[in-house]
């Protein structure tokens, strides 16, 4: 499966934006979907992830609260919505698929597919 990322950009700490992820493929069922982030000079950070199902969604504790993410099916897309966002939260975020969509994880490694990222800047 492909991944295209979508939606990042310059935003003020406060503002909100929305990430989009669309999947190439006719499975998009059968795939778990998450978001990592990457700040320079840091490994991959767990951000958030959903079920096929869109029943079990994980978030990190750093974003809890002020992201959502979601999906919707029909569109083979996943979503993720961006709101308080602070300075810490500058990264590249990439989506990600998981081959196993009965079981949502906040491991990088359990995700076989990944995109080509998407850069979010906050500025203070």
């Known amino acids: 499966v492909q991944l295209q990322a979508s939606g990042g950009g310059l935003v003020q700490a406060g503002g909100s934006l929305t990430l989009s992820c669309a999947a190439s493929?006719?499975?998009?069922?059968?795939?778990?979907m998450g978001w990592f982030r990457q700040a320079p000079g840091k490994a991959h950070e767990f951000v958030a992830a959903i079920s096929w199902t869109g029943d079990t969604i994980y978030y990190s504790d750093s974003v809890k609260g002020r992201f959502t993410i979601s999906r919707d099916n029909a569109k083979n897309t996943t979503y993720l919505q961006m709101n308080s966002l602070k300075p810490e939260d500058t990264a590249v975020y990439y989506c990600t698929a998981d081959p196993i969509s009965g079981a949502v994880t906040r491991t990088a490694e359990f995700y076989d597919y990944w995109g080509q990222g998407t850069l979010v800047t906050v500025s203070s």
């Open positions: 493929t006719r499975t998009f069922t059968s795939y778990s």
